[in-house]
Every structure is written in C-alpha cells, then in structure tokens.
C-alpha cells in the first residue's frame, strides 16, 4: 500500500500560507494560499524550465509583456521558458493554487530559502542560486502562455468511448497537462511503466485506483500523486460516482499526440519481466486543507 503523507509546510505568515507537496528532479509542487494585496514576486524569467499554476479558488492576475490577465478559479496556466511573468492573488477572497515548476530545477531549496531569508541580501541570494532572472531576460513572445478552464469547458476534448473523456489543457515541450473525466466504473490505462519520463495524478474529484504490480492503492479527491520512470502503474475509476483529475507527463514526450492516435512510439511499455521499479518510489501527497491554510 502506497502511504498519503502530508505535505512539508514552509510558511504560514502574513496572509501566505505555502506547503512542499513534491520537491523533485522532474517536478517542484508547491500548495499556496494567498491574501489579495500581497507581495508578488518581480517579474522574472524561467530560462531552463517551465512554470504551471492550477488555480482552485479565488482569482490570480498574472502581469506579462504584454499585459495582464485575470484568471479565475479552476483555470490551469502554463507559462514556457523564456516568457517573463508574474502573478498576485486579486479579487475579494483569498487565491488557493498549486505551483508548478518543470522540472523542478530546485524550486524547493528555493522556496525554503526565500521564506527563511530576512534581509535583503538574502532574498538576493535565493534568487540568484534558482533559475529565476530578471525580466529583460525574457527571449519568447507572452502569447505563448497558455490559460485554460479545467471542468471540460476548454481545451481539445477527446472522447474515445462514452463515459471517458480527456481534455488537453496544456501541451509543452516541458508538461502535458490532460484533464480526464470518468464515470463509474470506466477502465482507464492497463499497467504499464515509462522509461524515460514521470507521470503525474492531481486528483479533483471522486477517487482513482491507481494499479500497481501486486495490486491496487486508492487516491481520493485533493491528492497529488507523481510515479517516477520505471515504476509499473495503470488506473481506473472503481467507484460507482465519477471522478475527476489531472494527468501531468513530465516532460511531455508526445502524450498528447498518443491520445490522438498520432504517436505510436509513445513512451509507454508493457511492464518488464523484473517487475520494475519498486512501486515504493512513488510520491503520494494530500493538499492542505484550506482551512488549515488560511490560519
């Protein structure tokens, strides 16, 4: 049985509460909630990863080149490499996100750092040791942000059999984001493993059995699970109610194209003889609940 730990709390001051829910080498995941009217971060540049935000509540306005842009709760934004940007909580009610960076380019050594510093010079060094540059850095057009409603609103919808639907939210060199909607009891991926990239569930309604190679775990709604190359996994929708998530692949490595029938040397694989990877390796994270964020 796969263990749902809770995540590593960073801060909780000043109208900002940020939890660690992964801090890996293909992903640094951050839960943060957000008072309207507080700090932002200067507008910088990622050069050598890519920044996603899924916003659940509230409302953020993200500040690019070439303006902003008020995004509203369940909504999922990615911003590529090379793109300056930044983003504040607005509106009337606290921002409850999740904060991606891919691949995690040590975010998470970041974030601890930026939170513990108390000077100045501090707060400089953070910065400068993470892939975080000053806007005028900035190589790529802002249009290429992507901002997308989750809920099956937006995005390109592929139906392949009544009951199961994926959307494509986000495709990047970096992340495909996929949004999937199951009904009850619909069949998902039987068990296979990636060699080369990870594979990610951030589960938003009802519960997914996530297969492994000696049996089945159960993610409920508001977890995060990452399943690293190698590790022999699959997924259903065992529950009579449906249910609801976001599938991440890090990086993308054509999953969307797979999903359109257009990419058959996709990298996924039958499980190897060995077994794979010990299913051990896998990240399984509950969000904080918001009320314990928001004291």
């Known amino acids: 049985m796969v263990e749902i730990r809770d995540g590593e709390r960073v801060t ?11 801090d890996l080498e293909a992903i640094g995941i951050a839960d943060v909630r957000a008072t309207p009217g507080g700090l932002a971060p200067p507008p910088h540049v990622h050069a050598r990863h890519g920044e996603a935000v899924v916003l659940l509540e509230g409302e953020l306005a993200f500040r690019l080149e070439d303006g902003k842009r008020r995004v509203e709760a369940e909504s999922c934004v990615y911003v590529p490499p090379g793109v300056a940007h930044t983003f504040a909580a607005s509106g009337d009610t606290p921002a409850r996100f999740l904060d991606l960076h891919v691949p995690g380019a040590g975010f998470g050594a970041f974030v601890r750092k930026l939170h513990a510093a108390r000077t100045e010079a501090e707060l400089h060094a953070a910065r400068a040791a993470f892939d975080q540059l000053p806007s005028a850095s900035a190589t790529r057009d802002p249009s290429l942000v992507v901002v997308r409603r989750t809920g099956g609103s937006e995005g390109e919808a592929i139906v392949d059999r009544p009951g199961r639907r994926a959307t494509v939210l986000v495709e990047g060199d970096e992340l495909t984001v996929s949004e999937f909607h199951y009904g009850g009891g619909e069949r998902g991926a039987p068990l296979h493993v990636h060699r080369e990239h ?98």
Request: hydrophobic residues 45%.
């Open 198 to 295: 990870a594979d990610a569930f951030l589960v938003l309604e009802g519960a997914f059995a996530i297969g492994r190679r000696d049996g089945s775990w159960t993610a409920p709604a508001g977890t995060f699970v990452l399943i690293p190359p190698g590790v022999v996994h699959g997924f259903d929708n065992d529950g009579a109610e449906p249910a609801r998530c976001l599938n991440l692949h890090l990086p993308s490595l054509g999953f969307a194209d797979y999903l359109r029938g257009r990419n058959p040397a996709f990298d996924q694989h039958d499980p190897p003889p060995d077994g794979g990877l010990d299913p051990v390796a896998v990240v399984a994270v509950r969000l904080a609940p918001y009320e314990q964020a928001a004291s």
């Open 12 to 22: 909780d001051e000043g109208g900002l509460a940020v939890t660690m829910l992964a």
